[in-house]
């Protein structure tokens, strides 16, 4: 039994920082891609950063020199710091881990976490 657990969201200012975190628990035999994904109100969920096995990232244009993936293999988490907050980063926010499990390989997702940027 696989869960990710994301925490770290929140309300914050424009110009603000937020770090989310996203830790998978359970037994896992192997995790490949990791990444981060949102969906804005009335939008569709949408690719945010991603980050390989060996360290290697992709952004979005929208958050690119803004937003840093990283991940710790060791306790099979991965995180996404968000500097230069603007209103239009308000979404929910998905981690996703590609990952093998005793019964079952593929995508994992997270629970979802609300990052709300307001004055």
């Known amino acids: 039994q696989v869960q990710l657990v994301q925490s770290g969201g929140g309300l914050v200012q424009p110009g603000g920082s937020l770090r989310l975190s996203c830790a998978a628990s359970?037994?896992?035999?192997?995790?490949?891609?990791m990444g981060w994904y949102r969906r804005a109100p009335g939008q569709q969920r949408d690719l945010v950063a991603t980050?390989?096995?060996?360290?290697?990232?992709n952004y979005a244009d929208s958050v690119n020199g803004r937003f840093t993936i990283s991940r710790d293999n060791a306790k099979n988490a991965t995180y996404l710091q968000m500097n230069s907050l603007k209103p239009e980063d308000t979404a929910v926010y998905y981690c996703?881990?590609?990952?093998?499990?005793?019964?079952?390989?593929?995508?994992?997702w997270g629970q979802g976490t609300q990052v709300t940027v307001s004055s």
């Open positions: 996703s881990a590609d990952l093998v499990a005793p019964h079952w390989w593929g995508d994992y």
């Open positions: 359970g037994t896992i035999f192997s995790i490949n891609d």
């Open positions: 980050i390989t096995t060996g360290g290697r990232t």
